[in-house]
């Protein structure tokens, strides 16, 4: 919360930024002046800070991908819920800007398509992140059940608590069922996790390797510098992106220009992992049944129904 218990409004994507810095490229300002006017334009906050730490370092004389390397290093948009995504994006916009400063390739045209990218990289993450708020509110629904239970025995009249709290066969029924409501939340959690698609953008290398080589240089030279740009930023999520040197190959044997060919296969790839990501996020509602059978169940037996049970045999043996 900031000012008078107001939330402070979340980091301006970064597809975002970069596609106003793009602009102002093409318009003819410098990479300096257009880091520093988009810093302006930011609300106080992550986004405004690292705009303008690069603004200030491009008119020393430092590179923008040094420079917003070096600020990502402070870890701006923390580590907690989407900060660690913020964080690989803008990992992967320094090492885009890396390749495009050392193959000489147009900026502008450059951001211009690597945005792109993002975007449709976030519409899938955005669209599967809807499908998984239904088996997310439902995993989180069945670990109340338990609860649930013994609430309602409670209300039918009987002792339970005293079971529960008061005698061995309570205390190994309490310490079972936390058990097993412990076990399920960390296997729904698991099971949600896996789902749930990653923040780096799928062909992100061959996006780089078509920044490259619309540079002018080699193909050779273009796999080296994406080499040397995945090294120089490991955050960015594209080491283990291949596939470069047989789009090329193709270009070759087809005289094809081989920056239209590299980014319809990035363009491919982003699909497939789109499909994957639906996917894994239609079989979570089933999935998430293995620990509503294994573990919330029983949980609720031995915390609702068996202290039900050894109040009610207590209270008839008492009668007898």
Not at 85 to 101: I, L, N, P
Not at 273 to 281: E, F, L
Request: charged share 20%.
């Amino acid at each position: 919360m900031t000012g008078r218990g107001r939330r402070r409004p979340p980091p301006t994507p970064a597809a975002t930024v970069v596609d106003r810095l793009a602009v102002l490229l093409s318009a003819g300002v410098t990479p300096a002046s257009a880091w520093r006017h988009v810093g302006e334009a930011e609300p106080d906050g992550a986004v405004r800070a690292v705009a303008s730490h690069v603004g200030r370092s491009a008119d020393e004389g430092v590179p923008v991908s040094a420079s917003l390397r070096q600020a990502l290093e402070h870890r701006p948009f923390g580590t907690a819920g989407d900060g660690e995504r913020h964080a690989v994006e803008w990992a992967q916009v320094a090492c885009a800007w890396y390749v495009a400063e050392r193959s000489g390739a147009p900026l502008s045209e450059c951001l211009g398509s690597f945005v792109a990218a993002l975007r449709q990289a976030d519409a899938a993450r955005r669209e599967v992140e809807v499908a998984l708020s239904g088996p997310r509110s439902t995993g989180r629904i069945v670990l109340a059940l338990p609860p649930v239970g013994l609430l309602f025995s409670l209300g039918l009249g009987f002792d339970t608590a005293s079971v529960l709290f008061g005698s061995p066969v309570g205390w190994g029924c309490l310490g079972t069922g936390g058990a097993l409501v412990l076990a399920a939340r960390a296997w729904n959690g698991r099971l949600v996790r896996s789902a749930v698609p990653s923040a780096s953008v799928p062909g992100l290398r061959l996006e780089l390797l078509a920044v490259a080589v619309s540079g002018g240089g080699s193909w050779q030279g273009g796999l080296d510098l994406v080499d040397e740009a995945c090294r120089e930023c490991p955050g960015a999520g594209a080491e283990d992106d291949g596939g470069g040197e047989a789009v090329l190959e193709l270009s070759r044997r087809a005289g094809a220009p081989a920056g239209a060919l590299l980014r319809a296969a990035a363009a491919e790839r982003r699909l497939d992992a789109t499909t994957a990501a639906r996917s894994a996020a239609s079989r979570l509602g089933s999935t998430l049944m293995l620990p509503l059978g294994i573990c919330v169940l029983p949980a609720f037996l031995v915390v609702g129904v068996v202290p039900l049970v050894v109040a009610l045999l207590s209270s008839t043996a008492e009668v007898l």
